[in-house]
């Protein structure tokens, strides 16, 4: 059995079980290939990430990074719970809309935001517009002149810290797409510039050190570089900060080489180190935002898939092909990420050969897992690829005019289609005859 499997995600009969709902049921209910989250570990991961902050009796706001995977129900859930949400574009905006999820928890990010996106956010009232180039504070100011409208904003700030999974270089980030460079000058150019319009209210610097890590020095360095900076704007501006915001990126475990902290630790970490240094330089601790999206969704999300056929070739690792692939999860194709998975119908089964998982998609690079441990398996099997929730399906496409999965919400026991298979006719929808 994998590692990442409790016993309690193996039901009497020894299938999978999700959330209390048994893998195969959900795989003939609502065919393959599916995606399905377990709505009560998605719960229990912003609560934990929660606690902390609340133990402390700091303002903060967990605030879900929507782009790993953002759906209307998802949205729906995270306003259950209370969260806010970061959006980067019109359609993650407009899903949040059509979910009725509250705008001023949101905060719109993005290094080239549209007009007519940061338009429509304006006419929204969302919570917070980060801020991320002097073309866009231009922009944006031109936009609240013609509407006489207001907004809050932050400024996205690079601070000379890119987090790896285990190595930190502190100049790295300086060469970033996103955000004003601290060290030039460029961050405090950029507030006096916020500062003289009347329109914006600044409320504090965010920054984001990357992503998939497993250790808590990095947050720390960039919650101290993110209180100098917002101290030294106070010395020398008078500027008084509301928020400081750490990012996302907390690692999550995919295989057995992932080591992740728990999300408590990170808090922790962020916590002291935000209050250690604001008393250190005389300021009130500010609010801390945290923006984590894969440590949230991933680890709740399993793509079940149908075996089909099969290739030996003797000397070669078998392949053992499923009826998706990289047009639902291409991170493998994309970026070598790598998975395991477990048979549905026995994850307690003894492995007897090691096999490459094999996508139906016509790419040689289209394999979901390369080195996979499996019992004997025969076409019709279902097989679950584990922690698939992160940047899978928000990352799907229809190359192959395949259509793309459904996806349900599993909870105690009780399943839900949220967002429907697509159709052929789906596929063919936008498309215009000669
Ligand atoms: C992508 C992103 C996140 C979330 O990163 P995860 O690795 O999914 O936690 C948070 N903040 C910003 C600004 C991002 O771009």
């Known amino acids: ?102 705008m001023q928890s949101v905060s719109f990010h993005g290094n080239n935001k549209p007009t007519a996106e940061l338009e429509m956010a304006v006419d929204q009232h969302v919570g917070v517009i980060m801020l991320d180039n002097f073309h866009e504070i231009k922009l944006l100011s031109a936009i609240l002149a013609e509407k006489s409208a207001e907004i809050n904003v932050m400024l996205r700030v690079t601070p000379g810290i890119s987090a790896h999974t285990h190595e930190y270089d502190q100049t790295g980030q300086e060469d970033s797409k996103f955000g004003f460079d601290i060290k030039s000058g460029q961050a405090q150019d950029a507030l006096k510039q916020v500062l003289a319009e009347p329109r914006m209210n600044m409320l504090g610097v965010h920054a984001h050190i990357g992503s998939q890590i497993f250790e808590v020095n990095g947050f720390v360095m960039a919650a101290n570089k993110l209180v100098d900076t917002v101290a030294d704007w106070h010395d020398e501006l008078g500027y008084e900060p509301k928020v400081i915001n750490v990012g996302g990126g907390f690692g999550i475990r995919y295989t057995e080489t992932d080591d992740p902290i ?30 984590p999206g894969r440590s949230i969704v991933g680890p709740a999300g399993y793509s079940l898939y149908t075996i089909g056929s099969r290739k030996d070739v003797p000397g070669i690792k078998p392949y053992v092909a499923v009826d998706g692939g990289m047009g639902d999860n291409i991170r493998p194709a994309l970026y070598q990420a790598e998975y395991e998975a477990v048979l549905a119908n026995n994850p307690l089964a003894k492995p007897v050969e090691t096999v490459r998982i094999a996508g ?66 789906d596929l063919v929808r936008l498309d215009k005859k000669l």
């Open 1 to 102: 059995m994998s590692e990442q499997l409790s016993r309690e995600q193996v039901n009497q009969a020894g299938h999978l079980a999700i959330d209390g709902v048994d893998a195969l049921d959900l795989a003939k209910q609502y065919g393959t290939p599916l995606v399905a989250y377990d709505v009560t570990a998605i719960r229990d991961q912003i609560h934990r990430f929660r606690s902390v902050f609340e133990q402390n009796k700091v303002d903060y706001a967990v605030s879900y990074a929507s782009k790993a995977f953002a759906t209307i129900a998802m949205y729906q859930l995270i306003a259950q719970e209370h969260g806010h949400i970061d959006v980067v574009s019109g359609g993650e905006l407009y899903t949040a809309m059509k979910a009725n999820f509250p």
């Open 262 to 291: 728990a999300p408590e630790d990170f808090v922790d970490a962020i916590v002291k180190a935000v209050k250690v240094r604001t008393t250190e330089r005389q300021l009130a601790t500010p609010e801390i935002w945290i923006e």
């Open 360 to 425: 139906k998609y016509c790419e040689s690079g289209d394999i979901l897992i390369q080195n996979q441990p499996l019992p004997e398996t025969k076409a019709g099997d279902v097989i679950a690829i584990l922690d698939t929730g992160a940047y899978g399906y928000s990352m799907a496409s229809n190359y192959n005019r395949n259509p793309r999965p459904a996806v349900v919400f599993v909870e105690k026991g009780k399943a839900k289609l949220v967002v429907e298979r697509e159709s052929f006719d």
